[in-house]
């Protein structure tokens, strides 16, 4: 038993998280910092093709199982950076902010990338969503411009969408993880 956990501890640090699920510095600086900011720029396109070909390229992998585990093993070390209205991080938390399923279903179906680590903001996915969604909420009802309200309900709607996808693939609120 000890070995099996020794052996998960070492696999979970080779993926980018160090053993409280935070992620390793070290990771996000093999990247390099112009293939992050390609990457996520291509996010938007939502053009999972793309986002594949790259990563394709970075890891050097040419069969198409070995590049899912490549993804899923450094999904962590790719950070998208803050932008206005974006507060940064995860590949996967820009593709939701850009609403760009196909990329979102790449990681979460095809790499079945972990939906549950704690990102530098101290929140998972969900709870990202979760505050996202909550922001949208507060402003739709505060705002009297139509048109505005209109648009932060059509992102409420988004969100939900997300949200729905995620928790069904696993992912779940740090509370849930037990990660405090």
């Known amino acids: 038993m000890k070995?099996?956990?020794?052996?998960?501890?070492f696999v979970f640090l080779l993926s980018g998280l160090s053993a409280k699920g935070q992620i390793n510095e070290e990771c996000i600086t093999k990247m390099g910092a112009v293939f992050q900011r390609s990457i996520c720029s291509d996010i938007e396109n939502n053009k999972a093709a793309?986002?594949?070909f790259q990563l394709q390229k970075k890891s050097g992998k040419?069969?198409?199982g070995e590049l899912l585990e490549w993804t899923k093993e450094n999904f962590y070390c790719i950070r998208c950076?803050?932008?206005?209205?974006?507060?940064?991080?995860?590949?996967?938390?820009?593709?939701v902010y850009e609403d760009a399923m196909s990329v979102v279903f790449f990681f979460a179906y095809d790499?079945?990338?972990?939906?549950?680590?704690?990102?530098?903001?101290?929140?998972t996915i969900l709870d990202w969503l979760r505050d996202d969604t909550e922001k949208f909420f507060d402003a739709a009802f505060e705002?009297?411009?139509?048109?505005?309200?209109?648009?932060?309900?059509?992102?409420?709607?988004i969100n939900q969408k997300y949200f729905n996808i995620l928790r069904q693939q696993g992912g779940k609120f740090r509370h849930e993880i037990g990660q405090f």
Do not use: W, Y
């Open 3 to 9: 070995t099996i956990l020794t052996s998960a501890l």
């Open 50 to 52: 793309l986002i594949k």
């Open 81 to 95: 950076a803050e932008e206005p209205g974006f507060t940064g991080g995860s590949m996967l938390r820009r593709a």
């Open 111 to 123: 790499a079945n990338v972990h939906l549950n680590f704690v990102e530098a903001d101290e929140r």
């Open 143 to 157: 705002t009297e411009n139509l048109r505005d309200k209109e648009q932060m309900l059509k992102q409420i709607t």
């Open 62 to 64: 040419e069969k198409l």
